[in-house]
T-cell receptor
């Protein structure tokens, strides 16, 4: 069973702080990793994708990947109330019939309070 | 219309009804997906279509029947559902290449289904 686990949350941070969201995965051959944001009652939207070990930065968001530890994280700097949402970690498994198959974590609810 | 659209947005049906969910993608993608999102459970992949061929059926009960007539349209036919099938059903699409797996999936707004 390929699994993706996220820190359960909910996570509450003050406005302007750094929010840190974590995700671990069980399938060692996974190659592609995604963070989606889902506002209440809405569909998931992509924030970041990362494929190689290390950091990837996009504005206030930084994704970090460590394949040896099977760990991927998302840092949100200067958190804003508009960042309050559920953050979903998704992992794409490599090869065979797993082509295009994403496994999602259960999501972490983030609340940024003014 | 842009992106991925889904109709209807809300659906209430009895256990003996037959209904269909529709998804259309306007992104020129070659792969489409059905996901189920239940309260307090992770998003679950149900079906994958690649170049109109079903490549994944994730042990979904036969009361859910997908149809993909072309690369832009995807249907989910529903019959004799159970109350536990009540959930948000999301459609997604992506442009998959031979190396596979790196392409972003774009989601539609979803259909909120309630089975009475």
């Amino acid at each position: 069973q390929k699994e993706v686990e996220q820190n359960s949350g909910p996570l509450s941070v003050p406005e302007g702080a750094i929010a840190s969201l974590n995700c671990t995965y069980s399938d060692r051959v996974s190659q592609s990793f995604f963070w989606y944001r889902q506002y209440s009652g809405k569909s998931p939207e992509l924030i970041m994708s990362i494929y190689s070990n290390g950091d990837k930065e996009d504005g206030r968001f930084t994704a970090q990947l460590n394949k040896a530890s099977q760990y991927v994280s998302l840092l949100i700097r200067d958190s804003q109330p508009s960042d309050s949402a559920t953050y979903l970690c998704a992992v794409n498994h490599a090869g065979g019939t797993s082509y295009g198959k994403l496994t999602f974590g259960q999501g972490t609810i983030l609340t940024v309070h003014p | 219309e842009t992106g991925v659209t889904q109709t209807p947005r809300h659906l209430v049906m009895g256990m003996t009804n037959k209904k269909s969910l529709k998804c259309e993608q306007h992104l020129g993608h070659n792969a489409m997906y059905w996901y189920k999102q239940s309260a307090k459970k992770p998003l679950e992949l149900m079906f994958v279509y690649n170049f109109k061929e079903q490549t994944e059926n994730n042990s979904v009960p036969s009361r859910f029947s997908p149809e993909c007539p072309n690369s832009s349209h995807l249907f989910l036919h529903l019959h004799t559902l159970q109350p536990e099938d009540s959930a948000l059903y999301l459609c997604a699409s992506s442009q998959e290449r031979t190396s596979g797996g790196k392409e972003t999936q774009y989601f539609g707004p979803g259909t909120r289904l309630l089975v009475l």
